[in-house]
């Protein structure tokens, strides 16, 4: 089977994980996997040497609505020409742009579509123009998979049972190197530099209890928008000396096996990619329990912490007592290595054997 796989450009954090673990172990499986990207650049991700990537360079900025209307013209035809080309079996592709944009390029061109959404559509911040597109177009690909059962729930009467629940894999490297966690004790987080993770109130979080635990550090993994005002804040809150932000790393594993607790602030969120990693590599949560995804990977009281969303005070809180006892850190850690059986990737690759098979692609 001939699988293009396709997104909007490198950064694009956990979609971008996902997209790279799945061509991996596709390829494994003896599929043939192309990675198309709208922009000019390889993954970030390290992909087997036989998976080809095709850099469409499409993805410039878009000015004006004019303008914006032809640059999407221009990505559709770029990406019908290389459907045409490569001719596949199936075409998947990640996030809400590049689905609708798949979608419309893959018409008429004998092709399956899966559109992939990595976030809760109702907590995206989509405007008109996309979010008209993305009622009007969904319902022609062939499938579209939701990450957590809530928001599948909430989708499939409108998508007529073309909706699939298709959680994130967890795939947890086993190699290890020396990171540059500069403290005895560490807290950890990871994602893009954006509002929508919420590391503003991390920060505002740990400079409440910062001063009871100066053995202990904050890092925060990943690069984006936000990271002027974010270093702003910690010079701000006193806090340079025990929060360090290092851009985004390729070994993330390394960094979370050697933390002592993963903090997750986001304000929405689809099926966390990286702290299922982080909890796959033996490290306790504490997370925010907002409405889509943390609940479906942390057991409050067995693996992690789950406090109310957006609740500043009750975050510093929780991470104080868990800082305070390390019996309790390994404990939940111990439980934490779990996520690898309840979210692993030989789960997931069955899930999408069946998908492929009822579309009939399984066997091509």
Same mark, same amino acid.
């Given at each position: 089977? %001939?699988? @293009?796989?396709?997104?909007?450009? &490198?950064?694009?954090?956990?979609?971008?994980? +996902? !997209?790279?673990? $799945? /061509?991996?172990?596709?390829?494994?499986?003896?599929?043939?996997?192309?990675?198309?990207?709208?922009?000019?650049?390889?993954?970030?991700?390290?992909?087997?040497?036989?998976?080809?990537?095709?850099?469409?360079?499409?993805?410039?900025?878009?000015?004006?609505?004019?303008?914006?209307?032809?640059?999407?013209?221009?990505?559709?035809?770029?990406?019908?020409?290389?459907? %045409?080309? @490569?001719?596949?079996?199936?075409? &998947?592709?990640?996030?809400?742009?590049?689905? +609708? !944009?798949?979608? $419309? /390029?893959?018409?008429?061109?004998?092709?399956?579509?899966?559109?992939?959404?990595?976030?809760?559509?109702?907590?995206?911040?989509?405007?008109?123009?996309?979010?008209?597109?993305?009622?009007?177009?969904?319902?022609?690909?062939?499938?579209?998979?939701?990450?957590?059962?809530?928001?599948?729930?909430?989708?499939?009467?409108?998508?007529?049972?073309?909706?699939?629940?298709?959680?994130?894999?967890?795939?947890?490297?086993?190699?290890?190197?020396?990171?540059?966690?500069?403290?005895?004790?560490?807290?950890?987080?990871?994602?893009?530099?954006?509002?929508?993770?919420?590391?503003?109130?991390?920060?505002?979080?740990?400079?409440?209890?910062?001063?009871?635990?100066?053995?202990?550090?904050?890092?925060?993994?990943?690069?984006?928008?936000?990271?002027?005002?974010?270093?702003?804040?910690?010079?701000?809150?006193?806090?340079?000396?025990?929060?360090?932000?290092?851009?985004?790393?390729?070994?993330?594993?390394?960094?979370?096996?050697?933390?002592?607790?993963?903090?997750?602030?986001?304000?929405?969120?689809?099926?966390?990619?990286?702290?299922?990693?982080?909890?796959?590599?033996?490290?306790?949560?504490?997370?925010?329990?907002?409405?889509?995804?943390?609940?479906?990977?942390?057991?409050?009281?067995?693996?992690?912490?789950?406090?109310?969303?957006?609740?500043?005070?009750?975050?510093?809180?929780?991470?104080?007592?868990?800082?305070?006892?390390?019996?309790?850190?390994?404990?939940?850690?111990?439980?934490?290595?779990?996520?690898?059986?309840?979210?692993?990737?030989?789960?997931?690759?069955?899930?999408?054997?069946?998908?492929?098979?009822?579309?009939?692609?399984?066997?091509?």
């Amino acid at each position: 089977m %001939r699988i @293009v796989m396709v997104i909007n450009c &490198v950064g694009c954090g956990g979609a971008e994980r +996902v !997209l790279s673990a $799945l /061509a991996n172990a596709w390829c494994e499986r003896g599929y043939e996997v192309i990675v198309a990207t709208m922009d000019d650049s390889v993954p970030f991700y390290p992909l087997a040497p036989s998976i080809r990537v095709l850099p469409l360079k499409v993805a410039s900025e878009s000015g004006a609505a004019i303008s914006a209307v032809l640059g999407n013209f221009r990505r559709i035809a770029a990406l019908r020409r290389c459907i %045409r080309e @490569v001719r596949p079996d199936l075409v &998947v592709s990640f996030m809400t742009h590049t689905n +609708v !944009l798949a979608i $419309l /390029a893959a018409r008429g061109c004998g092709v399956r579509v899966v559109a992939c959404e990595h976030t809760d559509p109702r907590h995206q911040k989509l405007n008109f123009f996309w979010s008209t597109l993305r009622v009007a177009v969904y319902p022609f690909a062939d499938a579209v998979t939701f990450l957590t059962s809530n928001v599948l729930k909430r989708w499939n009467s409108w998508l007529k049972g073309k909706a699939q629940l298709m959680p994130n894999p967890v795939s947890v490297n086993a190699a290890r190197e020396t990171v540059a966690l500069k403290h005895p004790h560490n807290l950890i987080a990871a994602g893009r530099l954006i509002e929508l993770k919420g590391f503003d109130m991390l920060i505002d979080a740990f400079a409440a209890i910062a001063g009871k635990h100066k053995d202990w550090g904050l890092t925060i993994l990943g690069e984006g928008t936000k990271r002027v005002q974010l270093e702003k804040q910690v010079r701000e809150a006193g806090l340079a000396a025990q929060v360090q932000l290092p851009g985004s790393v390729r070994n993330a594993h390394s960094w979370f096996a050697q933390a002592d607790i993963y903090v997750l602030t986001s304000r929405y969120e689809g099926l966390p990619c990286a702290l299922c990693e982080a909890m796959g590599c033996g490290t306790p949560a504490v997370s925010f329990d907002c409405e889509s995804g943390p609940r479906d990977i942390v057991r409050d009281g067995v693996d992690g912490v789950l406090v109310p969303p957006g609740d500043v005070p009750a975050l510093a809180a929780a991470l104080d007592e868990l800082m305070n006892d390390e019996e309790r850190r390994e404990r939940l850690g111990s439980r934490a290595a779990e996520i690898q059986q309840r979210f692993g990737m030989p789960l997931t690759l069955e899930r999408w054997e069946r998908l492929f098979a009822s579309l009939k692609v399984a066997d091509s």
